[in-house]
Nanobody
Framework: QVQLVESGGGLVQPGGSLRLSCAAS????????MGWFRQAPGKEREMVAA????????YYADSVKGRFTTSRDNAKNTVYLQMNSLKPDDTAVYYC???????????????????WGQGTQVTASS
């Protein structure tokens, strides 16, 4: 049974930082691209960042470039999202997801992700 479990969410003041983790089990982790998505109330789920199986390629949404960094540790079956300079607009439930690796072009495509975590709330507010 595949499980993706996110952790690290919380409440932070604007300008602050958080680090999300996603621990995977039940799948050959190093064969999967991993993505981070978010969904704010009343909005559609959107891509935030993604990383290739070996970690050599990454993708970021324009809204988070220069502020967020994704990385992975295949020995620990874990992917990370470091979020700096958080803004109120970053407030959302953040999900990690796994996609069987194809190519870099599929990394931003939500429907290509086959496994999803339960999400963790991130709130940037004073």
């Amino acid at each position: 049974q595949v499980q993706l479990v996110e952790s690290g969410g919380g409440l932070v003041q604007p300008g602050g930082s958080l680090r999300l983790s996603c621990a995977a089990s039940g799948l050959p982790f190093s064969d999967y691209a991993m993505g981070w998505f978010r969904q704010a109330p009343g909005k559609e789920r959107e891509m935030v960042a993604a990383i290739s199986p070996g970690g050599g390629m990454t993708y970021y949404a324009d809204s988070v470039k220069g502020r967020f960094t994704t990385s992975r540790d295949n020995a620990k079956n874990t992917v990370y999202l470091q979020m700096n300079s958080l803004k109120p607009d970053d407030t959302a439930v953040y999900y990690c997801a796994a996609q069987p690796w194809s190519n870099i072009a599929t990394m931003p495509i939500l429907r290509r992700y086959t496994y999803w975590g339960q999400g963790t709330q991130v709130t940037a507010s004073s």
